[in-house]
């Protein structure tokens, strides 16, 4: 079987052909933003042709995509229009109490001023159901379709539909949507009971009127990438991934694209989880640095952590869909080097992007990027870079660091580059530190999986300011998220509030509801073509202390819910709670909120493939020494140093070389420090540690 993985950056797309008697080929190719399905059947083409295959051997495609992302972050989705219970016009515009500046006056609320749907087409009609689901008032369907005709009068591509306590009854959410189709065929339909149907109406309208708001965009590039992929003869079957760490159908994130946001993240934390285990070390933290961000992850034994609903948020927005724990910093390949009026230096968040990219790239970038800075502490070669397949130009590097950087702090060239490269690890080494200290880990318990094109460029200088002991090199770091795309299940979340409480816990209701949820999960796999004896369930529940605002998630036992499940969940949620903020309250009640049912098609895994062994002897894979600006120890100035440089490609297992050395290959370039040891194991990942000479 041939699979393709797609993982879709702001610079690059990275693509991997995976064929199960062992054969992997790879390939990148710059973005196309202005539409990405573009860029992607160029980089399949060229794949295919450098892998000898025909696309229509291809026989499952996955992909990652940033698109519904770019839309909510660039402010740039379609006319929305609301259908919501009178009297509830503004919940959007309210929110939350909680502001970026809780104790100013004069502050510009982002929720507001890049508003999803404009007040004016806010439009309530007579309806209402309780918190119990009994309806109290019954739907005007008159208002509905008066509504409809005014909404498609004013050009909206979309309309959002969310009632109050829909989520315990959705008949008036269903009523509404059958007479849009009918007055309205052509808007996009989100209804808040299919979106997010859990209590707390401002998340629920807002993930609602997100959905509305990148979905006609993103269902049409979706359905562009398919027929593309089809009329090329690569498998129409997409499979995209989502948030939450699984794959769904095209037809699923069409119906649902807000399920996508934070998509390409997550596969890379999947692809390092994979890369860990297979290692012998499950514990991970992923270090994924791309042409424009980086994306840091933690996983303990190799698990996928959630956000917490609190962080569920992409923009300004909240978004209450599972996300994994994955947060993106602007820091990356492409991250621009500046000095602003008050003499301040800064590196990123902005990025020179794939065009015109950094300055040594010669597309007509002209400011400094860490890529340029780079250059100049010759640790990426002109000669060597993608393989030689993108012309450097070291000259113009050192041009833009110099006139730019160097002259304006009085300092030298490369104590300019090397402040480039500082500047930014230590960003990268903040944010790892608040994913992992700040929530209870120790890093020095974890590996870091250094990825992308330029994590392992960066990885051996994060791992000694943080005291982790371990680097993992993955064989091919720059489409680590691809491969991730590869190693992923399908996945459904059905989640429902419940609201009961442990000590007088209605077992009937619990019960009802995991059998229905389970049911609706299963069918969702069924209509995907997935066969029953590939379909499991996990079973989670969202809880906290009677009292308390917001809920943790734990994991819930399988079998059958009663007295004996309440008390098991209890005492998983006392267990996280003792964790996560140093106190259990054994004796208090707990309040059982949300159950979830995720249903998980499973997906043929794939084995990663073993490398030709070899001696300790590194030398086979030895091609040069070069001149690096390299730390002679942790706190002497960096100094210019006899480097050795390896091929990635001729390394075998066994291979064992020490700093400072610099491995080359197609899709990244690997920096071993002074002082650090590499061995080659028989995946041929590369794991770099402290050195015991």
């Known amino acids: 079987m041939k699979r393709l993985g797609v993982d879709v950056g702001g610079t690059f797309t990275d693509l991997v052909l995976w064929d199960d008697d062992g054969t992997i080929t790879i390939h990148k190719t710059p973005s196309t ?46 006319d929305v229009g609301l259908i919501t219970t009178e009297g509830f016009r503004d919940i959007l515009h309210i929110a939350r109490k909680k502001r970026p500046l ?15 749907v404009p007040r004016r087409n806010r439009r309530t009609v007579p309806e209402r159901i309780d918190a119990s689901g009994t309806i ?75 959905n509305a708001f990148v979905g006609p965009k993103t269902s049409n590039y979706i359905a562009r ?79 996928l ?48 992007g794939a065009i015109p990219g950094p300055a040594c790239f010669g597309r007509g970038g002209s400011d400094p990027t860490s890529t340029d800075a780079m250059v100049v502490l010759g640790w990426l070669r002109e000669e060597s870079f993608l393989s030689g397949s993108m012309t ?4 113009l590097a050192e041009e833009a660091v110099r006139e730019q950087i160097a002259e304006r702090l009085g300092s030298s060239l490369e104590k300019a580059a090397m402040g480039i490269f500082t500047v930014l690890a230590h960003s990268m080494t903040e944010a790892i530190g608040l994913h992992s200290v700040r ?67 209605d077992i009937e209701l619990l019960a009802h509801e995991v059998e229905r949820l389970s049911a609706d999960a299963v069918a969702q796999l069924k209509r995907d073509g997935m066969p029953e004896e590939q379909i499991s369930l996990e079973r989670s529940v969202d809880c906290r202390y009677v009292g308390q605002g917001y809920e943790l998630r734990v994991e819930a036992p399988d079998g059958e819910v009663d007295v004996d499940w309440v008390k098991a969940v209890s005492e998983a ?3 996280l709670h003792g964790r996560m903020y140093s106190q259990r309250f054994d004796e208090k009640p707990v309040q059982l909120v949300n159950v979830r049912v995720t249903g998980v098609g499973a997906v043929p895994q794939i084995e990663l493939p073993r490398i030709a062994v070899g001696t300790a002897d590194a030398g086979v894979a030895l091609i040069t020494t070069t001149r690096a600006l390299m730390w002679t120890d942790d706190t002497a100035e960096p100094e210019w140093t006899d480097t050795r440089v390896y091929s990635r490609e001729l390394l075998q297992a066994g291979n064992v070389f020490t700093g400072p050395a610099i491995v080359e290959q197609f899709d990244s370039t690997t920096i071993v420090g002074i002082g650090q040891r590499a061995t080659v194991d028989e995946l041929g990942h590369i794991i770099i540690e402290r050195s015991e000479v």
């Open 392 to 395: 450097v130009q070291p000259a």
């Open 439 to 505: 929530k209870g880990y120790d890093p020095r318990d974890f590996s870091l999986v250094a990825e992308g094109g330029a994590g392992p460029l960066f990885a051996w200088h994060i791992a000694k300011q943080l005291g982790i002991p371990r680097i993992i090199v993955p064989t091919y770091p720059g489409i680590t998220s691809a491969v991730g795309l590869l190693a992923t299940d399908i996945r459904y979340e059905v989640p429902t509030t419940v609201w009961t409480s442990s000590d007088d816990a």
């Open 102 to 116: 809780n104790y100013s006056n004069y502050q510009e609320l982002p929720w507001q001023k890049w508003q999803l």
């Open 225 to 303: 990438l398919v027929d593309k992929a089809s009329a090329a003869g690569v498998s129409d079957d997409v499979h995209l991934m989502t948030s939450a760490g699984g794959l769904v159908t095209a037809r699923s994130a069409r119906e649902t694209p807000v399920s996508l946001l934070t998509s390409g993240v997550v596969a890379g934390l999947i692809g390092g989880c994979a890369i860990g285990k297979a290692s012998g070390y499950p514990s991970v933290i992923t270090l994924d640095v791309g042409g424009t961000s980086a994306d840091v992850g933690v996983a303990p034994d190799g698990r």
């Open 33 to 78: 933003n202005e539409d990405p399905s573009v860029g992607t059947m160029d980089g399949i083409e060229r794949l295919a042709q450098k892998a000898e295959v025909e696309p229509a051997s291809i026989e499952m495609f996955f992909h990652g995509t940033t698109v519904a992302t770019n839309i909510v972050l660039e402010h740039n989705g379609d």
């Open 136 to 210: 109290l008032a019954q739907l005007d369907e008159g208002a509905v379709r008066n509504e409809v005709r005014l909404l498609r009068e004013r050009g909206v591509a979309a309309i959002a539909v969310a009632f109050l306590h829909a989520y315990r009854n959705p008949v008036h959410e269903q009523r509404v949507k059958a007479i849009i189709e009918e007055e309205f065929p052509d808007a996009f339909i989100s209804l808040s009971s299919e979106v997010a149907s859990q209590y707390r109406e401002y998340e629920r309208f807002s993930t609602t009127a997100l």
């Open 305 to 352: 952590r959630m956000k917490h609903l609190l962080d569920t948020q992409i923009g300004d927005y909240h978004a209450m869909v599972p996300m994994a724990e994955v947060d993106t910093i602007g820091a990356g390949g492409g991250s621009i080097a500046s000095i602003d009026e008050g003499g301040m230096f800064h590196v990123g968040p902005r990025s020179a």
């Open 573 to 575: 949620f006392h267990e």
